[in-house]
Every structure is written in structure tokens, then in C-alpha cells.
């Protein structure tokens, strides 16, 4: 179009923006912006990368701490909870969330806020709508690890 207009200046409608200069400008605009779009999934992709690396150092190091104490302490020994970990020995289930909340997000969503036990690192939600001829099940996904 701008080529179009550059070799035609009569079409142009300066009130309206449709010249020559404003496409040159938009179009130098987009490719500078479609640049800036590149140049962050660059740099995204490099900080994923250094990610991956460092998350497979420190599982790395973790899995030769746990390997290294278990040979060393019991199931039942204290120090487990002094490098962060739960003893082998005591499964403790987390105490239930306290204070739930759910209101609306947007149109379309619930967001359901709580009060986490000190225990609890993450929580699985399960949703049951109530109506006629409705039966609640399990997601098929999740079915294998709760039989």
C-alpha cells in the first residue's frame, strides 16, 4: 500500500492517515516491535536453558544429599527435619486448609482462596456440580494415582 501510494500521492487522504509517510511509519513501527517480539523469545529460551541446567544441578545435589543420609541416619532420626526434609519414617498428612473463600473470576471461572496448614506445599481441588442426573468422577487423568 505505501508503495502504492508513494508512486500515487492523489490517493492519499492526509485527514485519515492513509499516506504514504504514515505506512512507512507503521510499517517500521511493526517490524520493530516483531524484532523486540524475537529478541524476548531469545531470551527467554537462554534463561530456560540456564534454568534446566541449574534445576538438574541442585536435584542432582539433592538426590546425593538424601542418598548420603540415608546411609547414615536412621528413619527415625531428628536431623532429617535440620537440611529440610521430613523423616523417612513419619508420613504426616497436612491438617485441611482453613478459611475458604471462592468468588467470581471474570464471567466465566471460581477462585477459591484458603488458609494453608504450615504442612501443606500444594492442594488438589476437586469441583462437584450439583443437578439432576449429574454423577461425580474422577478425572481420567488422576484415576490411577488414587487407586
Not at 500515487?8 to 485527514?15: D, H, I, K, T, W
Not at 526434609?85 to 498428612?93: D, E, G, H, Y
Not at 481441588?125 to 439432576?132: D, L, T
Request: proline share 5%; with cysteine.
Amino acid at each position: 500500500m505505501t508503495e502504492f501510494l508513494t508512486q500515487n500521492p492523489g490517493y492519499e487522504v492526509a485527514s485519515l492517515d492513509v499516506t504514504a509517510a504514515y505506512g512507512d511509519t507503521t510499517h517500521g513501527a511493526a517490524v520493530a516491535a516483531k524484532g523486540a517480539v524475537s529478541d524476548a523469545e531469545q531470551d527467554l529460551r537462554n534463561r530456560d536453558t540456564a534454568r534446566r541446567t541449574a534445576r538438574v544441578t541442585i536435584l542432582g545435589g539433592m538426590r546425593g544429599l538424601i542418598k548420603n543420609l540415608e546411609a547414615k541416619l536412621s528413619a527415625h532420626d531428628p536431623r532429617w527435619m535440620a537440611f529440610g526434609l521430613a523423616m523417612p519414617a513419619s508420613r504426616v498428612t497436612p491438617a485441611k486448609p482453613t478459611g475458604l473463600v471462592v468468588s467470581l473470576n471474570g464471567t466465566d471461572g471460581l477462585l477459591a482462596t484458603c488458609i494453608a496448614p504450615s504442612q501443606a506445599t500444594r492442594f488438589h481441588w476437586r469441583m462437584r456440580q450439583v443437578g439432576p442426573g449429574y454423577v461425580f468422577r474422577w478425572p481420567q487423568a488422576r484415576l490411577s494415582r488414587w487407586r
